[in-house]
C-alpha cells in the first residue's frame, strides 16, 4: 500500500477515534466544546513521555489517555450543574480556551513553537486502537450501561426516578469521552512528529463536533460514518486550498437545513434492518401477512 | 498605577460591552446562541478598516457604514442559519449552522485581507490627556464615548422604546407576546439588525483601539464575548454590560500584575468558577435559571 493511502487511512483512523471519544459524551444527552482540549492533552502528555523520557509508546498512551480521562471527571463534574445544553457547551468551551493558553504559555513543551520528534503510530495500532472502541462501544450498548445512558440521554429525571445514579453515568460518560480523545491525540501526535497549540484549540473541537452532527449523535455508526465521509472529503477538496474550510462549513450549514439530526440516524437504521430482512425473506414464507 | 489601569480596562470593558450585549440580545429574546456573531465583529473591523483606507471616508462615517453593513450580514446568518433550521434536535442545530457560516465569513475575511494582521491607520489626531495620575489618549477617548454612548441608546431602546417593550415581552414568553399582536418575525429580524450593528461598531473600535487587525479575531476577542455574556447571567443586557466592564478590568489588571500571555484566559476562569457556584451568572433572574 503506497504512503499516502496509508497516512490518509490511518488520519481516518484518528478521527474516528475522536468522533467516537463525543459520541461517548452526547450518548448520554450531554455535549462538549472542550474534546480538542482532552486531545491536545494526551498529545503533549504521550509525546513528552516518549521524547523525554523514553518510555514506550503504549504505556505512554495509555498513561497520557488516563490523565486526559482525570480531566474529563474535573470538567464533567461543573458541567453537570449547567442543565441546558447551551450553557454545557459555553462552559467546556471556557475549558478549552483554558487549555489552549496553558498550551501555548508553558515553556516546557514549546510553547507557540510546538513539539517534536514523536514517531511510531502504525496503520496496524490505529486499525486496532478502532476495532477494540467499536466492540467494546457494540457491548456496552446492548448491556444494562448501555440502557441506562439511553434513559440518562432521553429524561434524566425520568431516570434518577427509576434509581439510575444520573451524576455517575454522566459523569463516567465524560470520562471516558476525555480518555478516548486523550488517546487519539497521543496516537495524532505519534503520527504527525510535530504538535503545536493550534490544532487544539476551538476548531479542534470544532472538527470532531461536526464529525459527530454530521454523521448523526442518535446512533454509533453516525459518528462513525460522519468521521469517515468529512475526513475524505476534506481530504478531495484539498486542491480548492483554503477555501475548503469555507466549503466545510457550507456541507455543514446546508446538513443543518435538511437533516438537523445527521445523515444515519434511527429511523434510517431500522430501514435499512428492516429491508435487509425483507429481501432475505422474499420468496420465503410470507408471515405476517 | 492603579487608576490607570482602571480607565484602560474600563475602556477594554466598553468594547467588550458591544460585542457581549449583542449575544445577550439574541439568547434573551430567542434563547440562540449566535457564534456567527463573534466574525460578524472581525468583518465589521475589517469593513471599516476598507472605508477608512481604500474609500478615504471620514472615521465616522466609516464607522456608520461598517456597522450597517455588519447589520445587514447577521440578518442574513439569521437566514441561513437560524429561520428555517429546526432547533428541536439537542436544541444546538441553529447554534452548529451558526458556527460553520462563522467559519465560512473567517475564510472569506482572509481570502480578501489576507490572513496576516493588517494596521488600522491612525484616522484622527492622536493627542495625549494628562488628567491627574491618567494619561488618557484622543483615540481611548472616542472609545469609551462612542460605546458607552451606544451602550446608553441601546439601553433606552429596550426600557423606553415601543420596540423594546416588545422585544422584553418576546423574551418573558414569545407565545403569549404573539397572542397580544407583537409581530415577533419583524421583531426578531430587527433583534438580529441590531445585534450586527452593535458588533460592527465594537469591531471597528478595537481596531481602532489596538490598531491592528486580523481574520482569526473573531476566534478570539468573539468567543471571549460569549463568556461574558454568560457571566452577566444568559440574556441579561444589562448584566452583560456590567459584567464586559469587570472583565475588562480584570483583564488589564492581569496584564498589568501578572502576565501578559494569561489575559486571554483569566475571562474562562472567572466564567467557570462563577457557574460552578451560582450557574445563572453574575445577575441572572430566576426566569434565566429557569429556561
Keep these: 500500500m503506497n504512503l499516502y493511502i496509508a497516512g490518509i487511512l490511518i488520519t481516518i483512523e484518528i478521527n474516528v477515534i475522536l468522533a467516537l471519544s463525543l459520541y461517548s459524551v452526547i450518548s448520554t444527552g450531554q455535549f462538549s466544546l472542550a474534546h480538542g482540549a482532552f486531545m491536545g492533552i494526551g498529545a503533549y502528555i504521550s509525546s513528552v513521555l516518549t521524547v523525554n523520557f523514553h518510555v514506550p509508546l503504549g ?19 461543573p458541567a453537570l450543574r449547567v442543565r441546558r445544553n447551551l450553557y454545557l457547551a459555553i462552559a467546556t468551551l471556557g475549558f478549552g480556551e483554558i487549555m489552549r493558553v496553558v498550551f501555548l504559555n508553558t515553556e516546557y513543551i514549546g510553547a507557540a513553537t510546538g513539539f517534536r520528534g514523536m514517531k511510531g503510530t502504525s496503520l496496524s495500532l490505529a486499525t486496532g486502537v478502532v476495532a477494540i472502541l467499536i466492540i467494546f462501544f457494540y457491548v456496552v450498548e446492548r448491556s444494562r450501561l448501555g440502557l441506562a445512558r439511553e434513559a440518562v440521554r432521553y429524561n434524566p429525571d425520568a431516570a434518577s ?40 484549540g476551538f476548531f479542534g473541537s470544532l472538527i470532531i463536533l461536526f464529525f459527530v452532527i454530521f454523521g448523526g449523535g442518535e446512533v454509533l455508526w453516525g459518528s462513525i460514518i460522519g468521521a469517515v465521509i468529512l475526513t475524505a472529503l476534506l481530504e478531495l477538496l484539498r486542491f480548492t486550498l483554503s477555501w475548503r474550510i469555507a466549503f466545510y462549513g457550507a456541507i455543514i450549514v446546508i446538513i443543518m437545513l435538511v437533516r438537523p439530526q445527521g445523515l444515519v440516524d434511527k429511523n434510517l437504521l431500522n430501514w435499512i434492518s428492516d429491508s435487509v430482512r425483507g429481501m432475505v425473506s422474499f420468496g420465503g414464507s410470507k408471515r405476517g401477512e | 498605577m492603579i487608576f490607570q489601569f482602571l480607565i484602560d480596562g474600563i475602556i477594554l470593558g466598553s468594547t467588550y460591552a458591544l460585542l457581549t450585549s449583542g449575544y445577550a440580545l439574541l439568547i434573551g429574546t430567542l434563547y440562540l446562541l449566535n457564534l456567527a456573531h463573534a466574525d460578524t465583529f472581525m468583518i465589521g473591523a475589517f469593513l471599516g478598516l476598507t472605508f477608512v483606507s481604500v474609500l478615504q471616508m471620514p472615521f465616522f462615517v466609516a464607522l456608520i457604514a461598517a456597522s450597517i453593513c455588519s447589520g445587514i450580514l447577521a440578518v442574513g446568518v439569521y437566514f441561513t442559519s437560524f429561520r428555517f433550521v429546526k432547533s428541536e434536535y439537542m436544541d444546538v442545530a441553529p447554534f452548529l449552522s451558526s458556527i460553520a457560516m462563522g467559519m465560512i465569513l473567517q475564510v472569506v475575511a482572509s481570502e480578501i485581507w489576507g490572513t496576516l494582521q493588517s494596521a488600522f491607520p491612525e484616522t484622527i489626531q492622536v493627542t495625549q490627556y494628562h488628567i491627574g495620575p491618567i494619561i488618557l489618549s484622543s483615540i481611548q477617548l472616542v472609545v469609551l464615548l462612542v460605546a458607552n454612548g451606544l451602550m446608553v441608546a441601546l439601553y433606552c431602546l429596550l426600557t423606553f422604546s415601543k420596540v423594546g417593550k416588545a422585544l422584553r415581552a418576546i423574551c418573558e414568553d414569545s407565545t403569549l407576546a404573539q397572542l397580544l399582536g407583537v409581530k415577533a418575525s419583524r421583531i426578531i429580524l430587527f433583534t438580529f439588525f441590531i445585534s450586527g450593528v452593535l458588533a460592527g461598531v465594537a469591531g471597528v473600535l478595537i481596531g481602532f483601539l489596538f490598531g491592528a487587525i486580523e481574520p482569526f479575531m473573531g476566534a478570539t476577542v468573539g468567543l471571549k464575548g ?16 456590567v459584567a464586559a466592564m469587570i472583565m475588562g478590568i480584570a483583564e488589564v489588571l492581569t496584564a498589568g500584575y501578572f502576565s501578559a500571555s494569561y489575559r486571554d484566559a483569566i475571562v474562562w476562569g472567572v466564567l467557570i468558577l462563577v457557574l460552578l457556584f451560582k450557574p445563572g451568572g453574575l445577575f441572572g433572574t430566576r426566569i434565566q435559571e429557569g429556561r
Excluded at chain 1, 504505556?59 to 463534574?77: E, H, K, T, Y
Excluded at chain 1, 427509576?162 to 486523550?182: P, S, Y
Design chain 2, 226 to 241: 460569549i463568556g461574558i455574556m454568560v457571566l452577566g447571567g444568559l440574556g441579561n443586557v444589562i448584566g452583560a454590560m
Design chain 1, 161 to 200: 426516578m427509576m434509581g439510575l445514579n444520573v451524576t455517575r453515568i454522566k459523569v463516567t460518560a465524560f470520562a471516558q469521552g476525555a480518555f478516548m480523545a486523550g488517546l487519539a491525540g497521543g496516537l495524532y501526535a505519534h503520527y504527525a512528529y510535530f504538535i503545536e497549540p493550534s490544532t487544539f
Design chain 1, 59 to 77: 504505556v505512554a498512551l495509555l498513561i497520557a489517555a488516563l490523565i486526559s480521562g482525570g480531566f474529563g471527571i474535573i470538567v464533567g463534574f
